[in-house]
């Protein structure tokens, strides 16, 4: 299956969808209304006292360490920030700082990522710190420009890395952020995308206090985050409501306007449990697979891979179902016992059924092996990422 997304995608409910066919134009108009701008000094203070009074407490915001910044904001890109905290943790545990994570095996890294998902990142994490080990002597670079030169990092994330370690004043947008500026310059015209967006930057540009960009910005993210949210937002005791300007002209429901969602596509496909004595065939997933790298069990047909192995009959044993962007996908669950091991592939390996959990395995993978476990009484190995799933700020 194809990949689809960037990294910079961030998760969040619309206020409003867009018509089909309406797609955001360039304006050249200023999106900051004359009275929003009039307030920037009182906005700026209203939000930087709530921010210090609620702000949230999360395991990256001790101190402001370039490196766990930029793992946290890595993680965070299509990943809620209740399920990145412990991961969070773990990860700094196993890999303390640049120099480690850019030496270890990547399978090592993608084993402490499996049921973040969304996988690339995970590659791209690595890629990038080794050009920051050989090219800026295993620190991140300050600049906006080099940053976004490194692998997986965007013109968020860098803003995000350069505002919040490097406290300088670079603008934020992502969900929850587009969220709040859109509503506080009552922001009509659709967000999302990069030209629906661009008005959003301009909006962000100019509200952001240069004193305080660190603390503004993640001030930002926490009231779209509590206060500020997709439906029925929290206004009676949002911080900045009296500058609001969707909150002054009864516009909050209908803001943000974003494009519609791509129509979800169902897809079928049978897997295949080969299994020969205790053990069973797994298949790496390849390059411009989503899970590329990961483990999982061959989809029929795969008679190239099949054929050589005599397997018997196949017999259904269950079903499971996964998403992925916006593909549904039905799986039939299969198994079958193999005459003969076959040929030795380096995308196709032979694994103990108890050694399995071991294995960086695909979320399809997992959940195979939770219907396989659950109708056989077999159980492998305990994984790190098993049960999780989901994605957002
Ligand atoms: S007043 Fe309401 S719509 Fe405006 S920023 Fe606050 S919570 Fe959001």
């Known amino acids: 299956m194809a990949k689809g997304t960037g990294s910079e995608r961030r998760n969040g409910s619309p206020g409003r969808s867009a018509p089909r066919g309406r797609k955001a134009k360039k304006s050249t108009q200023d999106p900051v209304p004359a009275r929003l701008r009039d307030a920037r000094e009182a906005l700026h203070r209203d939000l930087l006292d709530w921010f210090r009074r609620v702000g949230r407490d999360l395991p990256w915001r001790q101190g402001s360490d370039p490196y766990r910044v930029w793992i946290s904001e890595i993680m965070l890109q299509q990943t809620q920030v209740e399920r990145v905290k412990d991961f969070f943790r773990r990860f700094i545990e196993r890999f303390p700082d640049v120099r480690q994570l850019a030496a270890a095996p990547e399978a090592d890294l993608l084993r402490a990522w499996e049921g973040l998902g969304y996988y690339r990142r995970a590659r791209q994490l690595h890629a990038a710190a080794q050009r920051i080990v050989a090219d800026h002597d295993a620190r991140l670079p300050r600049s906006m420009t080099e940053l976004r030169s490194l692998p997986g990092i965007g013109r968020y994330t860098a803003g995000a890395i350069a505002s919040i370690a490097f406290g300088?004043?670079?603008?934020?947008?992502?969900?929850?952020?587009?969220?709040?500026?859109?509503?506080?310059?009552?922001?009509?015209?659709?967000?999302?995308?990069?030209?629906?967006?661009?008005?959003?930057?301009?909006?962000?540009?100019?509200?952001?206090?240069?004193?305080?960009?660190?603390?503004?910005?993640?001030?930002?993210?926490?009231?779209?985050?509590?206060?500020?949210?997709?439906?029925?937002?929290?206004?009676?005791?949002?911080?900045?409501?009296?500058?609001?300007?969707?909150?002054?002209?009864?516009?909050?429901?209908?803001?943000?306007?974003?494009?519609?969602?791509?129509?979800?596509?169902d897809r079928d496909e049978t897997a295949v449990v080969v299994r020969r004595g205790t053990m069973v065939l797994v298949v790496r997933r390849g390059a411009g697979e989503w899970w590329e790298g990961l483990w999982d069990f061959p989809r029929l047909p795969a008679r190239r891979l099949l054929q050589p192995l005599r397997c018997g009959r196949r017999r259904v044993v269950g079903k499971c179902a996964y998403s992925v962007t916006h593909h549904r996908v039905a799986v039939t669950i299969a198994t079958c016992t193999a005459a003969r091991s076959g040929p030795r592939s380096g995308h196709a390996e032979w694994v103990s059924w108890r050694r399995l959990g071991e294995r960086a395995m695909a979320t399809p993978g997992r959940r195979i092996m939770a219907v396989v476990e659950a109708t056989t009484g077999r159980a492998a190995a305990p994984s790190a990422g098993a049960g999780r799933r989901g994605a957002g700020r």
């Not at 310059?185 to 967006?197: F, I, K, L, Y």
Request: hydrophobic share 45%; glycine share 8%.
């Open 168 to 265: 300088l004043p670079e603008p934020i947008v992502e969900a929850n952020s587009r969220r709040v500026l859109a509503r506080l310059a009552g922001h009509e015209a659709p967000v999302g995308g990069s030209t629906g967006d661009e008005p959003v930057w301009r909006i962000a540009t100019e509200l952001l206090p240069h004193r305080a960009p660190a603390a503004w910005n993640q001030a930002l993210m926490d009231l779209g985050a509590g206060v500020c949210v997709p439906r029925a937002p929290l206004c009676t005791r949002c911080p900045v409501a009296a500058h609001c300007v969707a909150h002054a002209t009864g516009r909050v429901a209908t803001i943000p306007v974003t494009a519609p969602r791509r129509e979800a596509v």
